[in-house]
């Protein structure tokens, strides 16, 4: 019998195995220009003045209130310089502090306003984050031209996966959160598509029953099954062409901005990390090979603290999304715990907010209409979203303070509708907002969802309603 023990650590040590770079260099490459494309839209089409223009209030995330634009031309200049961060990633030029500034100037405009908070937004500022750690500059790039020595060919396996694990996160999380009761009945898939029934040629098959189905079940399969048949070296090819049509698709009937395009160039690191080199020698019409395995070539030194940074950041991307558990009631209606989790394109709201301020001194009281004081914009998203209310509650509040009536009451009136339901009160009209405390704990002044979905399509909107699709 053998006296050779397990090597317990096997799969630890493999994350330190050599593999092509030519994956993460072609990624760098194409991650840098989506990102240098996305900059320039938001400069030519004057996006930058309308969302983040100085004005009398932002939505914050918890514990950012102390994020706030820079002053004058301030925003546009600092999308000028995150293009030419762009620039120096998809160069390689100066890599690491290129990606490094980049992650700071993205993250500085994803927490100036909750209200644009979209999901691949959330995924951007991840792979942002991970970019500056990946040796992705040291094939192809202006800095391995300029130094010969950073020059490889390979990269710890760790590199290669990291992009791919976390793709594979968010379509799993996406495929589970649409496993919920509306989306299992076409909504609101439904509504949608029924929107873009005028739509030439393919318009009409959308109010049709069976294609709302097969849209809503094959997005809820193709979620679930993707981290699982892209992993697989047999499905991946025919998997990787239901993506192309899924994302393409996705493009032309929903205005997402770039996401289909960096879905579709994260989902590329599935495939093995010479899959460049494959494709050019084959262009070429030479052999195909993968990267030299020379003596330089041998495997990395494993690291302890690199492996617990990657079990670290892998744990908090799994339980982040399971959050929402510990609260009650459902996260689509009440909010709580659903950013942050890849709960996407899974709910539909309408509503309207009227806000009450009195003074208990004086027993004077205003109805305060919240366009007022924000954009259109901003009005919808915060039609059905609790804390967002409560933040512009607290912020009445404030203003009173500031005229000289410390001691102002605000109360709303928030009627919202979900998937199509008859509206419902959301928050307690009872409650004086004022004096609840923003914290990341239950809410108990949402009122709990109790209509059924229900069917029948939606009479026109009137009123001052705001709307507000999911992201």
Same mark, same amino acid.
């Given at each position: ?10 799969w ?8 092509d770079?030519?994956?993460l260099?072609v990624f ?20 930058i ?10 939505f914050k995330?918890y514990?950012f ?11 546009e200049?600092?999308?000028?310089v995150?293009?030419?961060? &762009? ?8 890599y /690491?502090v290129c ?7 993205f ?17 951007i #500022?991840?792979?942002?984050?991970? @970019?500056?750690?990946l ?8 800095d ?9 060919s ?10 791919? &694990? ?5 379509y799993?999380?996406?495929?589970? &959160?649409k496993?919920?009761?509306?989306w299992?009945?076409?909504?609101? *898939?439904?509504q ?5 029934? #005028?739509?030439?040629f ?9 294609f709302?189905?097969f849209?809503?079940y ?12 892209? &992993? ?11 993506a ?5 698709s ?7 901005? *770039?996401?289909?395009w960096?879905?579709?160039?994260? !989902? ?8 460049? %080199? ?22 990395f ?5 690199v492996?617990?940074a990657l079990?670290?950041?892998?744990? *908090?991307?799994?339980?982040l ?9 459902d *996260? ?11 709960r ?7 509503? !309207? !907010? ?21 954009? #259109?914009?901003?009005?919808g ?6 804390d ?5 509650a607290?912020? @009445? ?13 605000? /109360? ?15 928050i ?26 229900n069917?029948?399509? %939606?009479?026109?909107? !009137?009123?001052?309603? #705001? ?5």
């Amino acid at each position: 019998m053998s006296s050779e023990r397990p090597d317990r650590l096997a799969w630890w040590r493999r994350l330190f195995e050599p593999v092509d770079i030519a994956a993460l260099a072609v990624f760098r490459i194409m991650f840098g220009s989506l990102m240098l494309w996305e900059v320039t839209r938001y400069l030519s089409k004057g996006w930058i003045k309308e969302y983040y223009s100085p004005r009398p209030f932002f939505f914050k995330y918890y514990g950012f209130g102390w994020v706030e634009p820079w002053p004058g031309n301030g925003m546009e200049w600092h999308f000028v310089v995150m293009g030419i961060l &762009a620039l120096g990633v998809v160069l390689g030029f100066h890599y /690491r502090v290129c990606a490094a500034l980049f992650l700071v100037g993205f993250i500085h405009v994803f927490l100036l306003e909750q209200a644009n908070y979209l999901n691949h937004f959330y995924l951007i #500022s991840l792979v942002c984050f991970l @970019l500056p750690f990946l040796p992705a500059h040291r094939q192809w790039s202006v800095d391995a031209w300029r130094q010969p020595s950073l020059r490889s060919s390979v990269v710890p396996r760790w590199a290669a996966v990291v992009i791919p &694990a976390q793709m594979g996160l968010v379509y799993f999380f996406a495929g589970v &959160a649409k496993l919920n009761g509306d989306w299992l009945r076409g909504e609101p *898939v439904r509504q949608w598509l029924a929107e873009r029934s #005028s739509m030439p040629f393919v318009g009409p098959v959308f109010t049709q029953e069976w294609f709302i189905y097969f849209i809503a079940y094959g997005g809820l399969l193709f979620d679930l099954l993707a981290p699982g048949f892209l &992993a697989w070296r047999r499905s991946r090819p025919w998997f990787f062409a239901a993506a192309l049509a899924f994302h393409l698709s996705n493009a032309q009937l929903f205005s997402i901005g *770039v996401f289909p395009w960096f879905a579709l160039t994260a !989902t590329l690191m599935f495939f093995p990390p010479d899959w460049p %080199r494959r494709v050019w020698n084959r262009i070429r019409g030479c052999p195909s090979s993968s990267a030299p395995m020379s003596e330089e070539n041998r495997p990395f030194r494993a690291s302890a603290p690199v492996a617990a940074a990657l079990g670290i950041y892998t744990a *908090v991307q799994i339980l982040l999304p399971l959050r929402h558990w510990l609260y009650p009631g459902d *996260v689509n209606w009440t909010e709580e715990g659903h950013a942050f989790s890849w709960r996407m394109k899974l709910r539909d709201k309408e509503g !309207t !907010t009227l806000f009450f301020v009195k003074d208990p001194t004086t027993g004077r009281s205003k109805v305060v209409n919240p366009r007022q004081y924000l954009t #259109s914009r901003q009005a919808g998203k915060m039609a059905g979203r609790p804390d967002m209310i409560h933040q512009f509650a607290l912020y @009445l509040a404030e203003q009173e303070r500031l005229a000289g009536r410390p001691k102002a009451e605000v /109360r709303v009136r928030a009627l919202c509708q979900l998937n199509g339901r008859r509206p419902q009160t959301l928050i307690d009209p009872d409650t004086d907002l004022a004096a609840q405390p923003r914290s990341l704990g239950k809410k108990p002044w949402i009122l709990p969802l109790i209509e059924p979905l229900n069917r029948t399509p %939606r009479d026109g909107r !009137t009123g001052s309603s #705001s709307r507000s699709a999911d992201e």
